[in-house]
């Protein structure tokens, strides 16, 4: 009989240990990789495609991974890179040329009375900064754009201009995040 109560005793003891390793480990689950992350928030994300990858999210998972370098995004510049090397305790590199070359902040305007409404410009806007429908005019909502410029080589009747920074007074665009105001501001003085 005492064999019985001590298989009773060490069952209870299993199935209090197991829900408490269940409940522990939803508690202090995870999601995503922490890494990920913090490469993602030094992104500018413009989500232009320049790094070779569809947006932000993908190069940063990639560089987490080891499979791409922190130098290929011509948005980020230098700042960026510097930022990225210091999270990843790696060496500083210089901008790969072949992704582009590091510019000043920018956004596009339309053209609206040379806009023709042929909506290809809408289709390649990574962001949805431009509205507008078939056959009609388009414009930019400049708050959102990233100033990726993918909407431009898209345009048949080059009616997309740049704007470059600063940018008139008329326009309003959230603020990027501090690494790339102080960079900004360091191009300024």
């Known amino acids: ?9 060490f069952l209870a003891l299993a199935l209090f240990f197991g829900c408490l390793i269940v409940w522990v ?11 990920v992350e913090q490469i993602n928030a030094i992104l500018p994300q413009t989500q232009c495609g320049q790094c070779n990858f569809p947006g932000c999210k993908p190069y940063a998972e990639a560089i ?6 922190i130098n290929q995004c011509p948005p980020g510049g230098d700042e960026g890179i510097k930022k990225l090397a210091e999270l990843l305790d790696v060496e500083v590199l210089e901008l790969n040329p072949e992704n582009g070359e590091a510019s000043e902040d920018t956004v596009v305007v339309i053209i609206e009375p040379d806009c023709i409404g042929c909506t290809k410009c809408i289709q390649v806007c990574p962001v949805d900064a431009i509205v507008g429908s078939a ?20 345009c048949p009747v080059d009616c997309i201009e740049v704007v ?19 960079a900004a501001q360091a191009r300024i003085s």
Do not use: Q
Request: aromatic residues 4%; hydrophobic residues 40%.
């Open 164 to 182: 470059p920074a600063p940018m008139p007074s008329h326009i309003r665009r959230k603020a990027k995040p501090a690494l790339y105001a102080t």
């Open 64 to 69: 987490a991974k080891g499979e791409a370098p």
């Open 25 to 35: 480990s939803k508690k202090f689950k995870v999601e995503g990789n922490p890494i």
């Open 135 to 154: 056959k009609l005019m388009h414009t930019v909502i400049a708050t959102e754009c990233t100033g990726c410029d993918l909407c431009i080589p898209a």
């Open 1 to 9: 009989m005492s064999a019985v109560w001590g298989l009773l005793a």
